[in-house]
């Protein structure tokens, strides 16, 4: 069984789960510095561009399950800033919780879900979308970053 089989989304939410158990199990990991204001905001952002991306997915007809077919690539609106806005939004919602939250667990999550994506689901489907749409898929990853 491959990570790809999983879905982003519950990958993200099983790093939270994780999070908020050693974040009450293990408490001396204590507080650092919060940002609470600015976890919030980046939260909502990172909300904003993940419906962005999946919207403009639902609109085109695109399914959204990594391991599905594409029968269409999205390079207009958000997809002209990052390739990945879904997981870019989702991986910014997870550093807003951390922000908010200030303890180890939550950056531990965040990071670990931006590993898992940036090594295990974005090579997977960049090979997958290069074999689909050959050269067109070529010109459009180098005009655009993988996140930012």
Same mark, same amino acid.
């Given at each position: 069984?491959?990570?790809?089989?999983?879905?982003?989304?519950?990958?993200?939410?099983?790093?939270? !789960?994780?999070? *908020? @158990? /050693?974040?009450?199990?293990?408490?001396? +990991?204590?507080? #650092?510095?919060? %940002?609470?204001?600015?976890?919030?905001? !980046?939260?909502? *952002? @990172? /909300?904003?561009?993940?419906?962005?991306? +999946?919207?403009? #997915?639902?609109? %085109?007809?695109?399914?959204?399950?990594?391991?599905?077919?594409?029968?269409?690539?999205?390079?207009?609106?958000?997809?002209?800033?990052?390739?990945?806005?879904?997981?870019?939004?989702?991986?910014?919602?997870?550093?807003?919780?951390?922000?908010?939250?200030?303890?180890?667990?939550?950056?531990?999550?965040?990071?670990?879900?931006?590993?898992?994506?940036?090594?295990?689901?974005?090579?997977?489907?960049?090979?997958?979308?290069?074999?689909?749409?050959?050269?067109?898929?070529?010109?459009?990853?180098?005009?655009?970053?993988?996140?930012?």
């Amino acid at each position: 069984m491959s990570i790809t089989e999983f879905r982003p989304p519950r990958i993200a939410m099983a790093f939270v !789960l994780v999070a *908020i @158990g /050693f974040h009450w199990v293990v408490p001396e +990991w204590g507080r #650092f510095h919060t %940002h609470p204001w600015f976890g919030i905001s !980046l939260g909502i *952002i @990172g /909300f904003a561009v993940m419906m962005w991306g +999946w919207r403009l #997915f639902k609109k %085109h007809d695109v399914a959204i399950c990594p391991s599905s077919v594409t029968a269409s690539l999205i390079t207009h609106s958000i997809y002209q800033v990052s390739r990945n806005p879904m997981y870019l939004g989702l991986t910014l919602m997870l550093l807003g919780l951390a922000l908010y939250m200030g303890t180890l667990p939550f950056y531990f999550a965040a990071i670990a879900y931006f590993a898992v994506i940036n090594w295990g689901f974005c090579p997977y489907e960049e090979a997958k979308l290069a074999s689909t749409f050959g050269q067109e898929y070529l010109n459009y990853k180098g005009r655009v970053r993988r996140w930012l």
